[in-house]
């Protein structure tokens, strides 16, 4: 980083009172960078902090307690020029764009956004103030955020997500789910992060332990032929899906939002990646089992990745896996 910059922005933060955070869209990004808003709180303590993420993730920044509105990004060029008007009325000082997401940082040049710092893209890195490269060994997005609020005087150490599980979502999950109980996550984002189906119902068969099904729509459709005992996959929303990956005693998960979402209430996890680095995206959080698919597609490409890296990993791999996270048999 410049030091020249870093001297600027901090000259500017004491009087910045209207900050706008772009998030990624997705579920375990945004759980990873709650942490932000805490550190954002201690730069600019009085500010009006406004969280800018997808229609699927905004149930996490709501829940965060430093965060004081949030906004849906725009999609399409109608929506985005909107949404320029929008940014321009509302008179932010700052701008924070947590990930290189080009577009995003466009419309926050275009409303006028009179500081503006991040994570360089691939286009338009003149446009920030001041900027970092995400460096290898780095979690992203956390740890390259957490290092650029470093320099300007924040305590980052602490890069724990911070969100509140509503009451309301605590009970109805008492309600559905038995305390210690295994969970399982068998969809992601990208078909070639997940695990075969068929392996996951080969694990559950040998296990005696109650087990319940989480995720959204995609993975309900990809359970619906079998219906397995303890499904609640499509019938939870995100912050219930929290509150009962709070009673189970561990998660069995491809690469995805669950997964973070479990390290983030401290329920530890059996993660299992193959075209995506476990240590670049591994979950918040002490205590979890990382098996990193091998094979040839090894560079972690999900363009180039034919599924051989997840289909390296075996259920006896995952069983010996949660033998040392939970006491099962």
Same mark, same amino acid.
Request: glycine residues 8%.
């Given at each position: 980083?410049?030091?020249?910059?870093?001297?600027?922005?901090?000259?500017?933060?004491?009087?910045?009172?209207?900050?706008?955070?772009?998030?990624?869209?997705?579920?375990?990004?945004?759980?990873?960078?709650?942490?932000?808003?805490?550190?954002?709180?201690?730069?600019?303590?009085?500010?009006?902090?406004?969280?800018?993420?997808?229609?699927?993730?905004?149930?996490?920044?709501?829940?965060?307690?430093?965060?004081?509105?949030?906004?849906?990004?725009?999609?399409?060029?109608?929506?985005?020029?909107?949404?320029?008007?929008?940014?321009?009325?509302?008179?932010?000082?700052?701008?924070?764009?947590?990930?290189?997401?080009?577009?995003?940082?466009?419309?926050?040049?275009?409303?006028?956004?009179?500081?503006?710092?991040?994570?360089?893209?691939?286009?338009?890195?003149?446009?920030?103030?001041?900027?970092?490269?995400?460096?290898? %060994?780095?979690?992203?997005?956390? !740890? *390259?955020?957490?290092? +650029?609020?470093?320099?300007?005087?924040?305590? @980052?150490? /602490?890069?724990?997500?911070?969100?509140?599980?509503?009451?309301?979502?605590?009970?109805?999950?008492?309600?559905?789910?038995?305390?210690?109980?295994?969970?399982?996550?068998?969809?992601?984002?990208?078909?070639?992060?997940?695990?075969?189906?068929?392996?996951?119902?080969?694990?559950?068969?040998?296990?005696?332990?109650?087990?319940?099904?989480?995720?959204?729509?995609?993975?309900?459709?990809?359970?619906?032929?079998?219906?397995?005992?303890?499904?609640?996959? %499509?019938?939870?929303?995100?912050? !219930? *899906?929290?509150?009962? +990956?709070?009673?189970?005693?561990?998660?069995? @998960?491809? /690469?995805?939002?669950?997964?973070?979402?479990?390290?983030?209430?401290?329920?530890?996890?059996?993660?299992?990646?193959?075209?995506?680095?476990?240590?670049?995206?591994?979950?918040?959080?002490?205590?979890?089992?990382?098996?990193?698919?091998?094979?040839?597609?090894?560079?972690?490409?999900?363009?180039?990745?034919?599924?051989?890296?997840?289909?390296?990993?075996?259920?006896?791999?995952?069983?010996?896996?949660?033998?040392?996270?939970?006491?099962?048999?």
């Amino acid at each position: 980083m410049d030091p020249g910059a870093v001297e600027r922005v901090k000259s500017a933060l004491g009087w910045r009172k209207n900050v706008v955070v772009f998030l990624h869209p997705n579920i375990g990004d945004v759980v990873n960078l709650t942490a932000v808003f805490r550190w954002m709180r201690q730069l600019c303590p009085e500010s009006r902090l406004v969280a800018v993420t997808s229609e699927l993730a905004a149930p996490i920044a709501r829940a965060c307690p430093h965060v004081s509105d949030v906004w849906i990004r725009p999609e399409g060029i109608l929506e985005r020029m909107l949404f320029v008007f929008r940014l321009r009325e509302a008179k932010f000082d700052l701008s924070l764009h947590c990930q290189g997401q080009n577009t995003m940082l466009r419309l926050a040049c275009q409303a006028g956004v009179p500081v503006r710092i991040g994570v360089y893209g691939t286009k338009h890195r003149s446009q920030l103030d001041l900027g970092v490269e995400w460096q290898d %060994g780095e979690v992203e997005q956390p !740890e *390259t955020v957490g290092r +650029l609020l470093a320099a300007l005087g924040a305590d @980052t150490s /602490d890069r724990s997500p911070e969100f509140t599980v509503p009451k309301a979502c605590q009970l109805r999950a008492a309600e559905l789910v038995q305390q210690g109980s295994l969970a399982f996550m068998v969809g992601a984002s990208d078909p070639a992060k997940q695990w075969p189906l068929d392996r996951f119902f080969e694990l559950r068969e040998g296990l005696s332990e109650p087990v319940v099904w989480i995720g959204g729509p995609n993975e309900r459709a990809m359970l619906e032929p079998s219906r397995p005992e303890g499904d609640l996959s %499509g019938q939870l929303s995100l912050l !219930e *899906t929290a509150a009962v +990956l709070q009673r189970c005693s561990v998660l069995v @998960t491809n /690469d995805s939002g669950p997964m973070h979402l479990a390290g983030a209430v401290g329920t530890p996890v059996v993660a299992l990646f193959g075209p995506t680095s476990c240590e670049r995206f591994r979950p918040p959080g002490q205590g979890h089992v990382l098996i990193q698919g091998t094979c040839k597609c090894a560079v972690r490409d999900l363009d180039q990745c034919q599924g051989h890296c997840l289909n390296s990993i075996t259920v006896e791999q995952v069983r010996e896996a949660l033998r040392s996270r939970a006491q099962i048999r």
